[in-house]
């Protein structure tokens, strides 16, 4: 069967840059044979996390149904901002919520981490913060990530990066990261045989 992916926005501005290249990640998995799925941060809705309000209802819908697109996926493409050289609270403050969930949903789950920013940097650092929660929680983060620098000039009028090595780069990263996927679903380790 096709790999399924769910490919994420960690921001859901209509003109977002991390919401273009959600887009063009989405056409790299689906090049290399993946099925997919997008979403944006905004399609999960939740409060600041806080105890009572876990204790009086649970875990609000937006992270169920977060963990619901995320328990179908093999693999989760997450493009995230970066705020103050870290990872967005928004971001983060959904992960807490998921963490929540029993069985917890990211645990052995395959991340592939993404940025787009304006600046030179592309939101590395806030990759760099987002892989701490993640790897916390079991999650298997891919080593490699992308960030695509001066996210302002880097699309062409239709979406796609304009840079052609660029492309290519984040093309790889996608198949790389799929080709893990796909092997540890189809060889799994003795535990998961
Ligand atoms: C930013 N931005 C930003 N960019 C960056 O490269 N490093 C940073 O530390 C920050 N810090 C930061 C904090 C806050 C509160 C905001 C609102 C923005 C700029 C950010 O990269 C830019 O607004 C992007 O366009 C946000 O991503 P989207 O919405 O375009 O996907």
Same mark, same amino acid.
């Given at each position: 069967?096709?790999?399924?992916?769910?490919?994420?926005? $960690?921001?859901?501005?209509?003109?977002?840059? %991390?919401?273009?290249? @959600? &887009?063009?990640? +989405?056409?790299?998995?689906?090049?290399? $044979?993946?099925?997919?799925? @997008?979403?944006?941060? @905004? &399609?999960?809705?939740?409060?600041?996390? &806080?105890?009572?309000?876990?204790?009086?209802? !649970?875990?609000?819908?937006?992270?169920?149904?977060?963990?619901?697109?995320?328990?179908?996926?093999?693999?989760?493409?997450?493009?995230?901002?970066?705020? %103050?050289?870290?990872?967005?609270?928004?971001?983060? %403050?959904?992960?807490?919520?998921?963490?929540?969930?029993?069985?917890?949903?990211?645990?052995?789950?395959?991340?592939?981490?993404? =940025?787009?920013?304006? =600046?030179?940097? $592309? !939101?590395?650092? $806030?990759?760099?913060?987002?892989?701490?929660?993640?790897?916390?929680?079991?999650?298997?983060?891919?080593?490699?990530?992308?960030?695509?620098?001066?996210?302002?000039?880097?699309?062409?009028? &239709? !979406?796609?990066?304009?840079?052609?090595?660029? +492309?290519?780069?984040? +093309?790889? %990263?996608?198949?790389?990261?799929?080709?893990?996927?796909?092997?540890?679903?189809?060889?799994?380790?003795?535990?998961?045989?």
């Amino acid at each position: 069967r096709p790999m399924q992916y769910l490919v994420m926005s $960690g921001s859901g501005r209509a003109e977002s840059f %991390n919401r273009r290249l @959600t &887009d063009v990640a +989405a056409r790299a998995v689906h090049d290399h $044979g993946g099925d997919f799925d @997008t979403a944006l941060i @905004t &399609d999960f809705p939740v409060p600041v996390y &806080d105890g009572d309000l876990e204790a009086d209802g !649970g875990v609000p819908d937006g992270a169920a149904s977060f963990k619901e697109r995320l328990d179908v996926a093999d693999g989760l493409v997450l493009v995230s901002p970066e705020y %103050n050289a870290s990872v967005p609270g928004s971001v983060k %403050n959904l992960v807490d919520w998921v963490s929540r969930i029993r069985p917890q949903p990211f645990h052995e789950k395959h991340v592939l981490l993404m =940025s787009a920013s304006p =600046s030179m940097a $592309g !939101g590395n650092r $806030g990759l760099w913060a987002l892989r701490v929660p993640l790897e916390h929680l079991g999650a298997r983060v891919y080593p490699d990530m992308f960030s695509l620098a001066q996210a302002h000039a880097a699309f062409t009028p &239709d !979406g796609a990066l304009a840079d052609v090595p660029l +492309a290519r780069r984040l +093309a790889d %990263n996608v198949a790389g990261f799929m080709d893990l996927v796909e092997a540890a679903v189809h060889y799994p380790c003795a535990k998961h045989a």
